[in-house]
C-alpha cells in the first residue's frame, strides 16, 4: 500500500450511534497508525531537493542491533533511503545500528516509492544516520546505542536534483511493523515536482527599454509644447509596465 486516500461523507441513518460505536475504535487504530513514529519529508526548491526526518521510533519488536556502515542515498526504486550528515566519501560518520523485523513480526513494507534503480548520492546533510533499506525485509538502521523513543533528526540534500531527476513518485508510502505498545511505523510524503516558469528574463529588459524610450521622447516632447503627442508616449508606456508587471 503505497498511496493512502482519505474519503469522507456518507448517508445519515438510524444507527449512526451503533455505525460510530463501532468504527471510532477502528478509526482511532488507522489515525494512530497513520501518524507515525518518524515523519519523512521531502521539499524541492530552486536548487535541489531536501528528504528530511523526524521523530522517535519504537524499536522494541525489532531484532537487533548489529553494526554496519551506511552513507545519505536515495533509491526510489528500491524504497532505500539513508540520510545525515555525509563526509567527503558519502558515508556518514560513527558506528549504525541495523534492526531488522523478526520472523512472526507483522510488517509492511514499502516497495518502491519510484521508478528508479539509480543511487543518487547526497550532496550535503545534517544529524545522525538514519535509514531504511531491503526488499524482502525490512530494515531500520539508527545510530549506534539508539534508545527507543530518543529524537531522529536528520536530512540529505541533493543539490542540482529535481524530484523527478531523482526518480521519486509523487505519494504517501508508509512502513510499519510490530502491533500493541510496540507498534510503529514511518511516513514519507513525496509533494509534486514544481512546475519550472518560463525564463522572461529577455522579455523583461526588451519591455524596459522600450518603456524608458517612450518616457524620455515624452518628456522631449513635453519641453517642445507638444503636450497631446507627449501623453499619448506615456500612455503606451503604461500599457507596457502593465505587461511587464504580468510577466512576474
Known sequence: MNH????????????????????????????SAAKGGVTITVVEFSGGVTISATGGLNLTSLLGPTNI?????????????????????????????????????????VDNFGDSQVTSAATGGTGDLFAITGLSELNIIVPEGYQSGAQISSSATFNGATISSIG???????????SGDNADSVI??????????????????ALLKEIKKLQKKSK???????????????????K???????LG
Open 4 to 31: 493512502i486516500k482519505y474519503l469522507s461523507g456518507g448517508r445519515r441513518t438510524r444507527s449512526r450511534r451503533h455505525i460510530l460505536a463501532v468504527l471510532c475504535p477502528l478509526l482511532f487504530f488507522f489515525v
Open 69 to 109: 556502515g551506511l552513507g545519505a542515498f536515495v533509491v526510489p526504486g528500491r524504497a532505500d533511503f539513508g540520510l545525515g550528515a555525509a563526509d567527503s566519501n558519502g558515508t556518514v560518520p560513527g558506528k549504525k545500528d541495523l534492526y531488522v523485523v523478526p520472523f512472526g513480526v507483522n510488517f509492511m513494507q
Open 168 to 178: 521519486m513518485r509523487p505519494g504517501v508510502y508508509v512502513w510499519s511493523w510490530g
Open 188 to 205: 514519507m510524503t513525496v509533494p509534486s515536482p514544481l512546475t519550472s516558469k518560463a525564463d522572461n528574463s529577455a522579455a523583461r529588459v
Open 220 to 238: 522631449k516632447l513635453k519641453k517642445k509644447g507638444k503636450a497631446a503627442k507627449a501623453k499619448k508616449l506615456l500612455k503606451k508606456a503604461k
Open 240 to 246: 507596457l509596465k502593465n505587461q511587464l508587471a504580468a
